[in-house]
Nanobody, 118 residues
């Protein structure tokens, strides 16, 4: 299973970003998908997640600014974040939690850099 993220880059403070992530390969069923981010010198943190049933979860840092959505029939998850701040600068990683034959398994994308200029 591979995850390919796109949409990162350089964005001005106050702007917005839209990230996409597509999972491909041997996928039986997706339990959830989401995004983490890791800023330099900091631990990786959850940004947002969405389950197959549409339940969403957001980090406090993006609540009110971020929207996660999924097209699980296309193995795809999206993340939109507005009112960007320099603190949003990080490498953003998408993940997919797949329901495999006997258990759940997590797969990760390679990450996409988002840099917010002040």
């Amino acid at each position: 299973v591979q995850l390919q993220a796109s949409g990162g880059g350089l964005v001005q403070s106050g702007g917005s970003l839209r990230l996409s992530c597509v999972a491909s390969g041997r996928i039986l069923s997706i339990n959830s998908m989401g995004w983490y981010r890791q800023a330099p010198g900091k631990e990786r943190e959850l940004v947002a997640s969405i389950t197959n049933g549409g339940n969403t979860n957001y980090a406090d840092s993006v609540k009110g600014r971020g929207t996660i959505s999924g097209e699980f029939g296309k193995n795809t998850v999206y993340l939109q974040v507005g009112s960007l701040k320099p603190d949003d600068t990080a490498v953003y990683y998408c993940y997919a939690r797949l329901r495999e034959r006997w258990a759940l398994a997590d797969y990760w994308g390679k990450g996409t850099q988002v840099t917010v200029s002040s």
